[in-house]
């Protein structure tokens, strides 16, 4: 059955950096690709999509990659900071599917 | 747009007892969805709706019912709750005409306890 892997660990980086966070998925070959923000409390909210055939997407200090060959999307946040603090979840769906299987999702710690 | 809302914030129930999870979108969006959420886990889908009078099940769908008569209100029965059915439980909604961003937008979420 199609797996989604999201790092369970918490990424803890300092302020500035650049915080990347993974998503890698087996037996499945997703049409799209999202990400979303949540926060404590809070309902997800959505970021981004990649699609298959896009290798990369930007949105001011947030980059996504989606590689189809390594069944992997990387999400880069530059310029971190502690407003940045939450987890993130990835979600992939079939072509014309509006119903995305999400990844539990890695939380991430900007330290100032 | 107030968005999508979700009534009660917070619930205890006993088990075998029995409530409604309310949630209510403004956007006129035709898809509904009901997830629930454990601690350091994903979203397990439940029920999700494509439109009124259609409902279908999701990953996790055994102990709960939901019904869809109108385009903005989609609630989810639990009959009989369990210990097994603690969670945080969020409704979502999207659109078919989102210009195929597939976005779908949360509510606010329901913790609910069953002791």
């Known amino acids: 059955s199609q797996k989604i892997e999201q790092n369970s660990e918490a990424l803890n980086i300092q302020e500035g950096k650049t915080a990347t966070l993974t998503c890698n998925y087996t037996?499945?070959?997703?049409?799209?690709l999202q990400w979303y923000r949540q926060d404590p409390g809070r309902g997800p909210v959505f970021l981004l999509l990649?699609?298959?055939?896009?290798k990369e997407k930007r949105k001011e200090r947030l980059k996504v990659t989606f590689d189809t060959t390594l069944k992997q999307s990387l999400f880069h946040i530059t310029a971190s900071q502690p407003a940045d603090s939450a987890t993130y979840l990835c979600?992939?769906?079939?072509?014309?599917?509006?119903?995305?299987?999400f990844g539990r999702g890695t939380s991430l710690i900007v330290h100032p | 747009n107030a968005g999508v809302t979700q009534t009660p914030k917070f619930r205890i129930l006993k088990i075998g007892q029995s409530m409604t999870l309310q949630c209510t979108q403004d956007?006129?969006?035709?898809?509904m969805y009901w997830y629930r959420q454990d601690p350091g886990m994903g979203l397990k889908l439940i029920y999700y709706?494509?439109?009124?009078?259609?409902?279908d099940k999701g990953e996790v769908p055994n102990g709960y019912n939901v019904s869809r008569s109108t385009t903005e209100d989609f609630p989810l029965r639990l009959e009989l709750a369990a210990p097994s059915q603690t969670s945080v439980y969020f409704c979502?909604?999207?659109?078919?005409?989102?210009?195929?961003?597939?976005?779908?937008?949360f509510g606010p979420g329901t913790r609910l306890t069953v002791t």
């Open positions: 979502a909604s999207s659109s078919t005409r989102d210009g195929g961003t597939y976005e779908q937008y």
């Open positions: 037996n499945y070959s997703p049409a799209y």
């Open positions: 990649i699609r298959e055939n896009e």
């Open positions: 979600a992939l769906g079939s072509g014309g599917s509006y119903i995305p299987t």
């Open positions: 956007m006129n969006h035709n898809y």
């Open positions: 709706s494509v439109g009124a009078g259609i409902t």
